[in-house]
């Protein structure tokens, strides 16, 4: 059995959707919920993957594996179990990945934030 029977995490994704506010001074963040507990595989990022996404003015620490095309784009965000104050916004669409070894996967690149 190989880590692609068997990926050892799950996650729920969320699309945001930003308003206005009322005021006019800001915005107002609403979220429609995609999945939940969909298998899924976080890593950590290399340093050269922060430097080469870090060069673009973007941020990410973690990437995500899904088995599928999980069909998420910047405006998402996944939230996992046992994070506590945190979750992980999407800032990369969903790409194709041969590199783990396992065949292919899908994979987005992430930046973990306090809610």
Same mark, same amino acid.
């Given at each position: ?25 800001? $915005?107002?963040?609403? $979220? ?34 899904? #088995?599928?095309? /999980? ?7 996944? #939230?996992? /179990?046992?994070?506590? /104050? $945190?979750? $992980? ?5 969903? #790409? ?14 992430? #930046?973990?934030?306090?809610?």
């Amino acid at each position: 059995m190989t880590l692609i029977d068997e990926m050892p995490h799950t996650c729920t994704a969320k699309r945001r959707t930003r308003t206005k506010s009322s005021d006019g001074l800001g $915005y107002v963040d609403t $979220y429609t919920t995609l999945f939940s507990a969909r298998v899924c595989w976080r890593q950590n990022v290399s340093d050269r993957d922060i430097d080469a996404w870090k060069a673009r003015s973007i941020g990410i620490n973690s990437k995500v594996f899904f #088995e599928t095309d /999980p069909e998420l784009d910047e405006n998402c965000i996944l #939230e996992f /179990p046992s994070t506590g /104050p $945190y979750h $992980y916004e999407v800032r990369s669409a969903a #790409e194709p990945d041969d590199s783990v070894g396992f065949g292919l996967l899908w994979r987005v690149m992430c #930046e973990r934030v306090r809610k």
